[in-house]
């Protein structure tokens, strides 16, 4: 079993939809949780971190993350052709990332 | 500005060969990071560096020899390329070991061997 999972997707929405993004894991001494997003070609771009359970908004983005259940989403509210790219999300381990394998996310406008 | 660079974004090469990429991070950062980006996108840390001092050494083939001349440049060398290093190198870099979980990554070395 993977330290974390995540669905590979890919995802098709229209444009303006509001997207969930999941990540679960097993290993429970994770404290910090990210979101990067990549464009095709391109490096990851950070887009968030939590620290801990909870939620953090940046603008159309969500972050939660539910540490009794292992689970962690983005959500993307009014969702834009922009926003189409694969979405890792990552979780720290002694001064490492551990990366999920990436959901495709499609917009369509 | 960018932030973190790579040389050279592409690469071919053949299976034998030695071969070298180079990073850059002009961003004042402690802690540099190599990784391993494979065909079905899953990203896999392969070396860190902190202030020039190996901390993280993956289980990562022999024939990978990372080196940091200073604290801005991580250098990554490969040599007896096989078919299996086919893949998508990048450089990351955080402030510092404590803040691993705000990486900026460089836009990444394709490595084709053949």
């Given at each position: 079993?993977?330290?974390?999972?995540?669905?590979?997707?890919?995802?098709?929405?229209?444009?303006?939809?509001?997207?969930?993004?999941?990540?679960?894991?097993?290993?429970?001494?994770?404290?910090?949780?990210?979101?990067?997003?990549?464009?095709?070609?391109?490096?990851?771009?950070?887009?968030?971190?939590?620290?801990?359970?909870?939620?953090?908004?940046?603008?159309?983005?969500?972050?939660?993350?539910?540490?009794?259940?292992?689970?962690?989403?983005?959500?993307?509210?009014?969702?834009?052709?922009?926003?189409?790219?694969?979405?890792?999300?990552?979780?720290?381990?002694?001064?490492?990332?551990?990366?999920?394998?990436?959901?495709?996310?499609?917009?369509?406008? | 500005?960018?932030?973190?660079?790579?040389?050279?974004?592409?690469?071919?090469?053949?299976?034998?060969?030695?071969?070298?990429?180079?990073?850059?991070?002009?961003?004042?950062?402690?802690?540099?990071?190599w990784y391993k980006q494979d065909s079905?996108?899953?990203?896999?840390?392969?070396?860190?560096?902190?202030?020039?001092?190996?901390?993280?050494?993956?289980?990562?083939?022999?024939?990978?020899?990372?080196?940091?001349?200073?604290?801005?440049?991580?250098?990554?060398?490969?040599?007896?390329?096989?078919?299996?290093?086919?893949?998508?190198?990048?450089?990351?870099?955080?402030?510092?070991l404590a803040e691993a979980y705000e990486?900026?990554?460089?836009?990444?070395?394709?490595?084709?061997?053949?």
């Amino acid at each position: 079993q993977k330290e974390v999972e995540q669905d590979p997707g890919p995802l098709s929405v229209p444009e303006g939809a509001i997207v969930s993004l999941n990540c679960t894991y097993s290993n429970s001494a994770f404290q910090y949780f990210m979101w990067y997003r990549q464009y095709s070609r391109k490096g990851p771009e950070l887009l968030m971190y939590t620290y801990s359970s909870g939620n953090k908004e940046d603008g159309r983005f969500t972050a939660q993350v539910d540490k009794s259940s292992k689970y962690i989403s983005l959500f993307i509210r009014d969702s834009q052709p922009s926003d189409s790219a694969t979405y890792l999300c990552a979780m720290d381990s002694s001064y490492k990332l551990i990366f999920g394998s990436g959901t495709r996310l499609l917009v369509r406008p | 500005d960018t932030a973190v660079s790579q040389t050279p974004k592409y690469l071919v090469t053949q299976m034998g060969n030695d071969k070298s990429i180079k990073c850059e991070q002009n961003l004042g950062h402690d802690t540099m990071y190599w990784y391993k980006q494979d065909s079905k996108k899953f990203l896999k840390i392969m070396f860190s560096y902190n202030n020039k001092e190996l901390i993280i050494n993956e289980t990562v083939p022999n024939r990978f020899s990372p080196k940091s001349p200073d604290k801005a440049h991580l250098n990554l060398h490969i040599n007896s390329l096989e078919l299996g290093d086919s893949a998508v190198y990048f450089c990351a870099s955080s402030q510092d070991l404590a803040e691993a979980y705000e990486q900026y990554f460089g836009p990444g070395t394709r490595l084709t061997v053949t």
